[in-house]
Nanobody, 125 residues
């Protein structure tokens, strides 16, 4: 079992930056593919970014490519989502997630086994 807790959300203005963190506890963190998803009001949960165990492979949604960066620190059992040039359309609840079933990056929600409770990110125009 892996427990995930996100932090770092809040209210920012368009163009600002924000870094989300995901602290993991429980089973060995470094064996898991990590990901971030988000869900805006009235919309389905959507993929944002994912990273493999070593950090050597990442995938991003087209909507955040070039603006967001996913990373991880296995020694601290933490993954990060650095978000730059934020836009109002980035407003959503952001969820950290982990997969124990795959060793390669995954961009679909059913591929993930563990989810954090989410953290709200609001970008004002």
């Amino acid at each position: 079992q892996v427990q995930l807790v996100e932090s770092g959300g809040g209210l920012v203005q368009a163009g600002d930056s924000m870094r989300l963190a995901c602290a993991a506890s429980g089973r060995t963190f470094r064996n898991h593919v990590m990901g971030w998803f988000r869900q805006a009001p009235g919309k389905e949960r959507e993929f944002v970014a994912t990273i493999n165990w070593s950090g050597s492979n990442t995938i991003y949604a087209d909507s955040v490519k070039g603006r967001f960066t996913i990373s991880r620190d296995n020694a601290k059992n933490t993954s990060y989502l650095q978000m730059n040039s934020l836009k109002p359309e980035d407003t959503a609840v952001y969820y950290c997630t982990a997969s124990s079933r795959y060793s390669i990056v995954q961009n679909t929600a059913p591929s993930y086994d563990y989810w954090g409770p989410g953290t709200q990110v609001t970008v004002s125009s």
